[in-house]
């Protein structure tokens, strides 16, 4: 980065620090201008496009906090980037807080090395005038990413869609990031992660649900019993340390449930809106519990199996569906990766990816679950064992066919801004969309030779439509309409989706499986993120195998259970349903820990109490079956070849 044109601005007290940190930018180029007064600092920002504030958090007249708050009240449309430090408030707590208010790039402690502040200024390069989504996933074709490439990256970026984090979060446990990143909503809610060498060591979401006593009680640590013991002795302390205590736990199990709470709060902030990143690059302390890089692959494979949707996973990978998919130097067939539920649930396809193939191939083995498959392959781009060739690689015209014609008949009857969030860009404004498009058209294929055949038509058809669609995106007016009317009928279809679940919950009460599958499908298709789809789903599949002995939907049924997300696992609805999956596999003894976790986490629940009844009256059944056996059939039992 040249700094030719840099301006810093330093805020600091101690007369020969700030001089120091004045001189060491001056000898790098960069104009450098330092105060140790607030006030005057304020007038040195206003005379000079300053583009880094470097600040003491104690100054004689305000916080330093304070006066970076007082600047951005003042310079609202200024894009300044904030160094704080300081020698006495370098606690845990402060640095979170005050890097959460300030948005800052870095929290030094003071004594710090020179070079750190030169290394931030001097490798925070000037953000590409281009979409989040293009700088995050250009990695997704680049076969190797040094770590420098990958942090230059992670700077580049201020806002991305909820869906895009678990690809953050790896990154920054993959350059062994220490800091804190905090995520910002539109709703003004803010999510703070605290990194130490990359491993993920505090989530503060503002989501306060603890799960902690759900979580104990369904991992079998204690029962509801110890806890309301635990809770009835007059202490202060939570309840984790109450049940130690008392005895009634171990240490090594709360250290486990309070990384699984991480792992709940972490998919929390995985959400379908776009959020605002800020990652403050500081010395954090390696603590436990704490998310390591092998848990951290087992949390990113559930969140990216149950938090993304299949919509938008979709419009990402749409640009990239002709290419060949490559592996990388780490895909081996012993990575753990490939030995995750997604991956498995698609037989054979670590050797496909070996032969070569597209994910519009892919697409075309009607064995595979299609939600199975943009996830897998999510996963595996995301862990960096694969990527695509940076060109489409259509085989024969005939495919390059079949690839437009689903195209032109997903976007049938669509309007301009429809077309643009089908590709996915819809979101971006009309410069960024128009942009985006020249990327995504050389992915419909090279020009056909025969002017006269029906691919040359498609083609130069579909050119023409994603044209016209970007053109018509730069009406900001009808931009603004189309954007109010999809949330209108977003939240209309929520609540119609809302009644729809409830009357399914009902049915599958009164074993109506076949009328709750139909009104759980409608309900997806409404709103595909809905709490706890995929369970009642489960539940109805479940219950339809069990009347019809359809044996092969089980393995629907697994996929349906890989996308519950972590936060919907905790009450007693999710191992009921595990109960009926167990019962069904003809695992008794699971079926029954099951419904007993189930009844364990609400006593109320008739239809597992009706449903253990029924399993503990087949396990009586089956014992005296062995007790009225003579002991030769008892002993030929044991011996019978299965």
């Not at 390696?286 to 969140?303: F, K």
């Amino acid at each position: 980065m040249s700094t030719e044109n840099v301006r810093a601005l330093i805020i600091e007290d101690d007369s020969s620090l700030g001089e120091a940190i004045q001189e060491a930018l001056k000898r790098e180029g960069i104009n450098a201008y330092w105060t140790s007064r607030p006030e005057e600092g304020i007038s040195l920002f206003s005379s000079n496009k300053v583009e880094f504030v470097i600040v003491d958090c104690l100054l004689p007249q305000m916080t330093g906090v304070d006066f970076v708050m007082k600047l951005r009240q003042m310079n609202p449309e200024s894009k300044f980037k904030i160094i704080l430090m300081s020698g006495i408030y370098t606690d845990k707590t402060f640095i979170q807080e005050s890097v959460k208010k300030t948005q800052a790039l870095s929290f030094l402690k003071k004594p710090f090395e020179l070079e750190q502040i030169l290394s931030l200024v001097k490798t925070d390069e000037k953000k590409e005038e281009l979409p989040a989504r293009k700088i995050l996933y250009q990695i997704f074709s680049k076969e190797k990413v040094t770590n420098r490439e990958k942090k230059k990256m992670l700077e580049s970026i201020d806002e991305v869609s909820g869906f895009d984090l678990p690809f953050i979060y790896s990154l920054l446990a993959e350059t062994k990031s220490s800091g804190y990143l905090n995520i910002y909503s539109h709703d003004g809610s803010v999510s703070g992660l605290a990194f130490a060498n990359g491993s993920i060591v505090g989530v503060d979401v503002e989501d306060r649900q603890t799960y902690l006593g759900e979580l104990l009680i369904q991992s079998g640590y204690v029962t509801p019993e110890d806890i309301q013991k635990a809770l009835k002795n007059k202490t202060n302390k939570r309840l984790g340390q109450a049940l130690i205590q008392s005895n009634l736990m171990s240490p090594h199990a709360l250290d486990l449930m309070m990384t699984e709470q991480m792992n709940i709060r972490l998919s929390k902030t995985i959400v379908d809106r776009q959020v605002k990143l800020n990652f403050a690059t500081s010395d954090v302390e390696l603590i436990s519990p704490s998310i390591d890089s092998d848990l951290l692959l087992n949390y990113l494979h559930d969140w990216i199996a149950s938090k993304i949707s299949v919509s938008w996973l979709k419009s990402l990978y749409m640009m990239w569906a002709g290419h060949v998919i490559i592996p990388t130097v780490s895909f081996r067939y012993d990575h753990p990766a490939l030995r995750m539920s997604l991956v498995e649930s698609l037989d054979g396809l670590a050797g496909k990816i070996k032969d070569s193939t597209t994910l519009s191939q892919l697409l075309e083995i009607k064995d595979y679950n299609q939600a199975a498959l943009y996830k897998a392959l999510h996963f595996l781009l995301t862990k960096g064992l694969i990527v695509f060739s940076t060109k489409a690689g259509f085989s024969n015209e005939v495919e390059q066919l079949n690839y437009l014609q689903k195209i032109s008949a997903e976007i049938q009857g669509k309007n301009a801004f429809e077309i643009l969030e089908y590709v996915g860009i819809g979101s971006l404004g009309a410069g960024n969309a128009e942009q985006l498009l020249v990327d995504f058209l050389p992915n419909l294929g090279t020009e056909p030779t025969n002017k006269e055949s029906e691919l040359y038509k498609l083609w130069t058809g579909l050119h023409a439509q994603f044209r016209q669609a970007a053109v018509s995106s730069r009406d900001g007016t009808s931009r603004n309409k189309f954007k109010k009317e999809t949330e209108k009928n977003d939240a209309e279809a929520k609540i119609r989706a809302t009644k729809l679940v409830e009357e399914a919950r009902h049915e599958l009460q009164l074993n109506q499986y076949q009328k709750a599958m139909d009104k759980i499908t409608i309900a997806q298709k409404l709103s595909p993120q809905f709490f706890q789809s995929n369970i009642y789903m489960a539940w109805a599949k479940l219950g339809q195998m069990e009347t019809r002995k359809n044996f092969n939907r089980l393995k629907d049924i697994e996929i349906d259970l890989m996308q519950v997300p972590p936060d919907e696992r905790y009450d007693a609805l999710y191992p009921f349903v595990m109960g009926l999956y167990y019962r069904a596999k003809g695992d008794i003894i699971n079926a029954k820990k099951s419904f007993d976790k189930a009844l364990a986490l609400d006593s109320s629940f008739i239809v597992a109490r009706r449903e253990l009844g029924k399993l503990e009256a087949q396990l009586k059944a089956k014992k005296q079956d062995i007790f009225n056996m003579d002991l030769g059939q008892v002993v030929a039992g044991f011996f019978k070849k299965r």
